[in-house]
């Protein structure tokens, strides 16, 4: 069966293909009945053989019975026996014979010259000793009877046959009671009887074929056209006419399935064309809705699409004037530490120049203490005068030297403190009180350079005395106490100076430091700028990026609405 389906055996060819299996079957069971007919029928003969020797046994043995009761002799028994055997015929003439354990025939009702004679020389055509085989079947077997095949002639002719015998041994009498039958009587019957079954098989299987077909015509023809109005409703002919077999069974069934399944299609039909109206219907709204909606979202996106362009083309400016800012703001930083690195310089000058100084007033204060020691010593020396006038003249040298060291001291002095004042502008706010300072030592150092002068203008005079100091010997000491008193003056300046020089000095360390901490200040507003510069440039291509976006989301848009359009 799984290969009739795999096969794709259509039903009309499976019932013939049933039609042929059951053929098949009943020819096979045919043939099965014909094998097994020639054993049964033999059998069957020769039970029927036992049946008439066991009848045959049976009558002489009542005979037998009667010689024991006296009712005759035994030899009346035996002779009324035999009689009675001898008339005993079935089938088509068959008869029984009797015989002696010694071969010699008793009675033979067909050859009845073949009585009292010896028979164990009797032999068939195949050279087979028939009645010693009798004899010797009879006394082998433990029943006392069996079956013996051989050729005789049949009553009436002389032309032997074969033939097969049961005999059974009489042992009151001694006699063996045979009886056989032709093989050709039952090759005949065999034949009769195969023939008879041949035909009741071929009448049962053309019985069978008349009415398979038939079957498989009234299966096959309604379903043929059954099929056919199926095909015809589903490629939509729903015209298609439904075929009303005669009979109430399954396919009548079929029948009134397939009018429900007809009356469907044209109602789904009806439906389909009603559906295709409302579809196109809506096809159209919607077209009208997608166009609507399009255009407003054209309108929409694009707007947005071009703030968003307008936004990044602005921020785009601004990036680009924050980056130009920060680079000029990163330039001027740099100018800015370059100055202030200038500045740190000068500052560093102004400190080691304030060394200098502090060191040339203590030279200053260490003489004007020796010329106030000369003045002195020059009252309690004025008698040597004289002879001291041209040490004094010396002195007066030294002194003039000295001054002029002091007059450079404070022309440098001002120098520097006109420089820190300019420096001090430059670094602003925080080199205001540096400026102050600058403007002391600046003072300080036009006081110095007037001191200077007058003591230049005395040492001048002293020069001029000194070379008249004979003649005016008398006004020394009024002249030496005078320039004690202004050596005293002196020793104050240089006092004042030298406590001016050292806050100097601190005023320029404290500048020093401002002046670091704005060159770090600087430097961070410098790296400051530089971080700005780079955030601005990368803003500026993010913007660029987004406007290259808002472009791309403007195609993109673009595309969107035509498929929107089409669609």
């Known amino acids: 069966m799984n290969i009739i389906k795999k096969a794709g055996f259509r039903i009309g060819h499976r019932l013939i293909a049933l039609i042929i299996f059951a053929s098949l ?40 019975k009667r010689a024991q009761d006296g009712q005759m002799s035994e030899e009346e028994a035996k002779k009324a026996a035999l009689t009675a055997i001898n008339g005993i015929r ?19 009702p067909i050859k009845p010259a073949l009585e009292g004679k010896d028979l164990s020389k009797l032999e068939d055509k195949n050279g087979k000793l028939i009645f010693p085989a009798f004899v010797n079947t009879v006394n082998n077997s433990e029943t006392g009877g069996g079956f013996v095949d051989y050729l005789w002639p049949k009553p009436g002719s002389e032309n032997p046959v074969e033939k097969l015998s049961y005999v059974q041994k009489y042992t009151n009498w001694g006699w063996i009671i045979g009886t056989g039958v032709y093989m050709d009587d039952f090759d005949a019957a065999l034949l009769e009887r195969t023939q008879l079954l041949i035909g009741i098989m071929l009448a049962i299987l053309a019985v069978t074929i008349v009415i398979s077909v038939a079957v498989t015509r009234s299966i096959t023809s309604p379903l043929g ?11 939509g002919k729903t015209d298609a006419e439904v075929p009303q077999p005669k009979f109430n069974d399954e396919i009548k069934d079929m029948a009134s399935a397939m009018e429900v399944f007809h009356a469907n299609a044209v109602e789904r039909e009806r439906l389909q064309t009603e559906q295709e109206e409302q579809q196109r219907r809506a096809n159209d709204e919607k077209q009208a809705m997608l166009a609507e909606l399009a255009s407003n979202f054209e309108q929409s996106v694009g707007a947005l699409t071009q703030q968003v362009a307008n936004s990044a083309v602005q921020s785009s400016a601004g990036a680009q004037e924050m980056a130009a800012i920060a680079g000029e703001t990163s330039s001027e930083a740099s100018a800015i530490v370059e100055v202030c690195h200038v500045a740190s310089k000068s500052v560093n000058a102004v400190t080691n120049a304030s060394q200098l100084l502090t060191n040339s007033i203590e030279e200053i204060d260490t003489r004007v203490r020796e010329s106030s020691t000369v003045a002195t010593e020059a009252v309690s ?50 080199g205001k009180g540096f400026a102050v300072v600058a403007s002391e030592v600046k003072s300080l150092a036009t006081q110095t350079a007037k001191a200077t002068e007058e003591i230049s203008e005395q040492i001048t005079s002293m020069q001029s005395a000194t070379g008249t100091a004979v003649g005016a010997i008398k006004g020394i000491q009024d002249i030496i106490t005078k320039i004690d008193e202004i050596s005293g003056t002196i020793s104050e300046a240089v006092e004042r100076q030298n406590q001016a020089t050292q806050d100097i000095a601190q005023n320029v360390q404290e500048a020093s430091y401002s002046t670091g901490q704005v060159t770090d200040t600087v430097d961070r507003v410098r790296s400051t700028a530089e971080n700005a510069n780079a955030a601005a440039q990368a803003v500026e291509g993010m913007i660029t990026q987004m406007t290259d976006n808002a472009d791309q989301l403007g195609k993109e848009v673009e595309a969107f609405l035509s498929k929107v359009r089409v669609a």
């Open 381 to 430: 020396q004025i008698k040597k005068t004289n002879e001291e006038v041209e040490g004094l003249s010396e002195a007066a040298r030294k002194i003039g030297d000295v001054v002029g060291l002091i007059s450079d001291i404070a022309e440098q002095t001002n120098l520097l403190a006109l420089n820190a004042t300019i420096e001090a502008a430059r670094a602003g706010e925080a």
């Open 225 to 235: 056209k059954m099929t056919q109005a199926m095909m015809d409703l589903a490629h």
């Open 25 to 64: 079957g009943l020819l096979i069971v045919g043939g099965v009945s014909l094998s097994s007919l020639r054993s049964d029928l033999f059998q069957q003969k020769q039970t029927e053989l036992k049946h008439i020797i066991e009848a045959a046994i049976s009558l002489s043995d009542g005979y037998y």
């Open 90 to 108: 079935y089938g088509d003439g068959d008869y029984l014979w009797v015989n002696d354990k010694d071969s010699v025939m008793i009675m033979h």
